[in-house]
């Protein structure tokens, strides 16, 4: 089974619907992230959580929340999608610790239309 | 403001030879400095870490230098296979609390 999983893999929505990407982890990391990819922009953070209790704003938060249910789950929320949220987005998680390697999982491919 | 740079356009290297990634960076003091292969439609895959206090790290066929003075990171492939065609980003870690800032990638097509 997969370390790092994201529900759904793909989801086509309307503008503004409320919609939830779902991640969960295995590996019994504190750390968990969410990144939005654009083609040609590269991978951007949205939010990170160091533990349940620790929630924190990446370079691109607007328009989106986290909640952090437990060790192992990592949610992301759009409360009213946009066209311009289209995107690849990924969950990943570390051990934690300063450089430490981020393990992705599959992504989700986000179509707001 | 920080920026790293990471050649835009494809790499195209024929099977056998050694392929050479750049990554450069500006505003930037990282302390650690990562590499990742991302295939089409899914997650990166760490591949190899660098710290500032080391020069080089190699891992099979993979290299990596690092290079604090010219803020810029060689990523080496020898003996390049077809297999190694993806997109290799590189991404560096200040440190800090937050998460990792990415390049945009660069996208490696070795042809037999």
């Known amino acids: 089974d997969a370390d790092v999983t994201q529900t759904p893999r793909n989801r086509i929505t309307k503008t503004g619907k409320r919609i939830m990407l779902e991640c969960s982890q295995t590996?019994?990391?504190?750390?968990m992230y969410w990144y939005r990819q654009d083609p040609g922009l590269g991978l951007q953070l949205i939010y990170y959580?160091?533990?349940?209790?620790?929630?924190n704003k990446g370079e691109i938060s607007d328009g989106y929340s986290v909640s952090r249910q437990a060790q192992a789950k990592f949610s992301l929320s759009l409360e009213s999608a946009i066209p311009n949220q289209t995107a690849l987005y990924f969950c990943?998680?570390?051990?934690?610790?300063?450089?430490?390697?981020?393990?992705f999982g599959p992504g989700t491919r986000l179509t707001v239309t | 403001s920080q920026k790293i740079e990471q050649n835009s356009e494809a790499l195209n290297i024929q099977e056998g030879k050694t392929a050479t990634l750049t990554c450069n960076y500006t505003?930037?003091?990282?302390?650690?400095l990562q590499w990742y292969r991302q295939d089409p439609g899914r997650g990166p895959v760490f591949l190899l870490l660098?710290?500032?206090?080391?020069k080089e790290k190699r891992k099979e066929r993979l290299k990596v230098t690092f290079d604090t003075t010219l803020k810029q990171s060689l990523f080496h492939i020898t003996a390049s296979q077809p297999a190694d065609s993806a997109t290799y980003l590189c991404?560096?870690?200040?440190?800090?609390?937050?998460?990792?800032?990415f390049g945009k990638g660069t996208h490696l097509i070795i042809q037999p």
């Open positions: 505003n930037y003091s990282p302390a650690y």
């Open positions: 660098i710290r500032e206090n080391e």
């Open positions: 990943a998680t570390s051990p934690g610790g300063t450089g430490s390697k981020q393990y």
């Open positions: 590996k019994g990391h504190d750390r």
């Open positions: 991404a560096l870690s200040g440190g800090g609390a937050d998460g990792l800032t």
């Open positions: 959580s160091f533990d349940v209790k620790d929630i």
